[in-house]
Antibody, heavy 114, light 110 residues
């Protein structure tokens, strides 16, 4: 059974850097893309980007300038860094596995407030 | 403004059949597979339909998906109270080189 467990700071000040990590348990880590998705309160899902075990990434053009997605295959983990956050980045952040986003993490609420 | 267009709301009574539409373009739905997700309040989305019409193990056959051209639909038959949730469609977009979602449809079971 594949499980994704994510963690990271939940409260940030404007201009700080958001940092989240997602660990994958069970199943294979290689052969998949691993995704980050966010959902502002009361709003729709927004895809942030994805990475595979070789480090190849695809990213949302609207966030690409502020986003770094990295992978640590020795730990079956991948991470998200989002620089220069503002209140508009307040959201629940999820990690998920491609194929088809079939397995999701539990979500982390990140609040940006001064 | 989401790349894929869904109606913001839908409703039905128990036992009814409801459909939720998802409209896109040639760069996303028109050339790639469509996926549907169910999100219950306060929980992570759950994959409901993959590759346009396939159901993951454990998803009841009351849920079905279809695609035609640049549009897709999710149908729920035999509506039940536990189907009350938000539903999202998604697809890969070749122009954006990324995954795009619909704005979500809130389904109410009356």
């Amino acid at each position: 059974q594949v499980q994704l467990q994510q963690w990271g700071a939940g409260l940030l000040k404007p201009s700080e850097t958001l940092s989240l990590t997602c660990a994958v348990y069970g199943g294979s880590f290689s052969g998949y893309y691993w995704n980050w998705i966010r959902q502002p309160p009361g709003k729709a899902l927004e895809w942030i980007g994805e990475i595979n075990d070789s480090g190849s990434t695809n990213q949302n053009p609207s966030l690409k300038s502020r986003v770094t997605i990295s992978v640590d295959t020795s730990k079956n983990q991948f991470s998200l860094r989002l620089r220069s956050v503002t209140a508009a980045d307040t959201a629940v952040y999820y990690c998920a596995r491609s194929s088809g986003l079939d397995y999701w993490g539990q979500g982390t609420l990140v609040t940006v407030s001064s | 403004q989401s790349v894929l267009t869904q109606p913001p709301s839908a409703s039905g009574t128990p036992g009814q059949r409801v459909t939720i539409s998802c409209s896109g373009s040639s760069s996303n739905i028109g050339s790639n597979n469509v996926y549907w997700y169910q999100q219950l309040p306060g929980t992570a989305p759950k994959l409901l339909i993959y590759r346009n019409a396939q159901r993951p193990s454990g998803v009841p056959d009351r849920f079905s998906g279809s695609k035609s051209g640049t549009s897709a639909s999710l149908a729920i038959s035999g509506l039940r109270s536990e189907d009350e949730a938000d539903y999202y469609c998604a697809a890969w977009d070749d122009s954006l080189s990324g995954r795009v979602f619909g704005g979500g449809t809130k389904l109410t079971v009356l």
